[in-house]
């Protein structure tokens, strides 16, 4: 679909309309911000239904949302959704600045309320069951509000700038068919080292809960104690795992890692003949790494970085010690262990960031008739 001059407000390109033939992904920058409009409804409803009702909705294994704060956030949601519809039409000097600000707002806000998101994950995939509904529901749309709007931020953002919605270059013609993507291509060697001094985050943690799982003490922490309060509720796979001297959280690691390193290769942009058959050169999806590499990096750099402030803080006496409990022996121990998980889902959350922005950059796509 070509973009007639009347389709152009003030020089602003408008998104192409629904229903144009093209296919519905093509067409992000037109549906987002109706998405983005319908979630802020459907999550400030039940925002204030959980307020009211006095449900419990967990934030993080020892936080819970208070009533006053759902609230706020349902406001801030019908806020979003409503600046979101407000992108669709032109807008006066001061309205482009009031909805900029509520954009730029309220995407941290949602995003901030992912941090649970690799949590639920994890026990999902080993199978140890949901430890809240609520929470994993919370997680969820916190997560949906996040993505929509930041879509709908980026659009508009470059559709202000004259440029295409979707692939932001300035052009002419269609800016909801095909897209022409660039050569596969590794990260730069500095980003490379980057990543893997970022990595290196994840050893201390790491081989503290192999050296558990394996039956040796470490941290006051004495192995068979470990395998048996942590086998405690958990799935026949978590349990196969440590049977094998693999702490299934590890696990969850290494496939972090496995998603680090094909973000900075080509094999994360060109399936490869050891993937399978079936897709060996053919382009990978992409959304495929993106999407995981996002979701679960900022989540994990949000929460590494509280726990590599609180641990020093509560070291020096700024913060209240934590008291030991089983498997732990000592206060000291904790506070290890709370500064490796620190550096540990710092490093690898921060790599995931760091490794998917330069993959969003050297895979970037533009509109084939951007020429």
Same mark, same amino acid.
């Given at each position: 679909?070509?973009?007639?001059?009347?389709?152009?407000?003030?020089?602003?390109?408008?998104?192409?309309?629904?229903?144009?033939?093209?296919?519905?992904?093509?067409?992000?920058?037109?549906?987002?911000?109706?998405?983005?409009?319908?979630?802020?409804?459907?999550?400030?409803?039940?925002?204030?239904?959980?307020?009211?009702?006095?449900?419990?909705?967990?934030?993080?294994?020892?936080?819970?949302?208070?009533?006053?704060?759902?609230?706020?956030?349902?406001?801030?949601?019908?806020?979003?959704?409503?600046?979101?519809?407000?992108?669709?039409?032109?807008?006066?000097?001061?309205?482009?600045?009031?909805?900029?600000?509520?954009?730029?707002?309220?995407?941290?806000?949602?995003?901030?309320?992912?941090?649970?998101?690799?949590?639920?994950?994890?026990?999902?995939?080993?199978?140890? $069951?949901?430890?809240?509904?609520?929470?994993?529901?919370?997680?969820?749309?916190?997560?949906? $509000?996040?993505?929509?709007?930041?879509?709908?931020?980026?659009?508009?953002?470059?559709?202000?700038?004259? !440029?295409?919605?979707?692939?932001?270059?300035?052009?002419?013609?269609?800016? !909801?068919?095909?897209?022409?993507?660039?050569?596969?291509?590794?990260?730069?060697?500095?980003?490379?080292?980057?990543?893997?001094?970022?990595?290196?985050?994840?050893?201390?943690?790491?081989?503290?809960?192999?050296?558990?799982?394996? $039956?040796?003490?470490?941290?006051?922490?004495?192995?068979? !104690?470990?395998?048996?309060?942590?086998?405690?509720?958990?799935?026949?796979?978590?349990?196969?795992?440590?049977?094998?001297?693999? !702490?299934?959280?590890?696990?969850?690691?290494?496939?972090?890692?496995?998603?680090?390193?094909?973000?900075?290769?080509?094999?994360?942009?060109?399936?490869?003949?050891?993937?399978?058959?079936?897709?060996?050169?053919?382009?990978?999806?992409?959304?495929?790494?993106?999407?995981?590499?996002?979701?679960?990096?900022?989540?994990?750099?949000?929460?590494?970085?509280?726990?590599?402030?609180?641990?020093?803080?509560?070291?020096?006496?700024?913060?209240?010690?934590?008291?030991?409990?089983?498997?732990?022996?000592?206060?000291?121990?904790?506070?290890?262990?709370?500064?490796?998980?620190?550096?540990?889902?710092?490093?690898?959350?921060?790599?995931?960031?760091?490794?998917?922005?330069?993959?969003?950059?050297?895979?970037?796509?533009?509109?084939?008739?951007?020429?």
């Amino acid at each position: 679909m070509a973009v007639p001059a009347s389709a152009e407000t003030g020089g602003v390109p408008r998104p192409p309309a629904a229903g144009t033939g093209r296919r519905w992904w093509w067409r992000w920058p037109s549906w987002a911000p109706g998405a983005a409009a319908a979630w802020g409804v459907g999550y400030a409803a039940v925002e204030v239904a959980w307020a009211v009702a006095g449900t419990t909705v967990p934030w993080t294994a020892h936080a819970t949302y208070a009533p006053a704060v759902q609230l706020l956030l349902a406001a801030l949601a019908v806020l979003a959704g409503g600046a979101s519809l407000a992108t669709a039409g032109a807008l006066p000097r001061r309205g482009r600045a009031a909805v900029a600000a509520v954009l730029i707002a309220a995407v941290p806000v949602f995003g901030l309320g992912t941090v649970g998101l690799p949590i639920h994950f994890v026990t999902l995939v080993t199978l140890s $069951g949901v430890e809240s509904a609520t929470g994993l529901a919370q997680v969820l749309s916190n997560t949906a $509000g996040a993505v929509l709007l930041l879509l709908v931020g980026v659009s508009y953002r470059r559709r202000l700038r004259g !440029d295409c919605p979707r692939c932001g270059r300035p052009h002419t013609g269609a800016v !909801d068919g095909p897209l022409a993507h660039p050569d596969a291509s590794p990260a730069t060697r500095r980003t490379r080292w980057t990543v893997y001094l970022l990595m290196c985050g994840l050893l201390p943690w790491a081989g503290a809960k192999s050296v558990w799982t394996l $039956g040796g003490d470490a941290l006051g922490v004495a192995g068979d !104690d470990w395998r048996r309060l942590t086998s405690i509720g958990t799935s026949g796979p978590s349990r196969a795992a440590a049977a094998a001297g693999i !702490d299934v959280t590890v696990l969850a690691a290494l496939v972090g890692v496995f998603l680090l390193l094909g973000l900075l290769h080509t094999w994360g942009q060109v399936f490869p003949r050891w993937s399978t058959p079936l897709l060996s050169g053919r382009r990978v999806p992409r959304l495929l790494p993106l999407v995981p590499a996002l979701l679960t990096g900022v989540p994990l750099t949000v929460y590494g970085a509280v726990l590599t402030v609180t641990a020093p803080l509560i070291a020096v006496g700024v913060l209240p010690g934590i008291e030991p409990s089983p498997p732990f022996t000592t206060g000291s121990g904790v506070i290890w262990m709370v500064a490796f998980g620190g550096l540990a889902f710092a490093g690898l959350g921060t790599g995931l960031v760091v490794a998917a922005r330069s993959y969003a950059a050297r895979t970037h796509p533009v509109c084939a008739t951007a020429g």
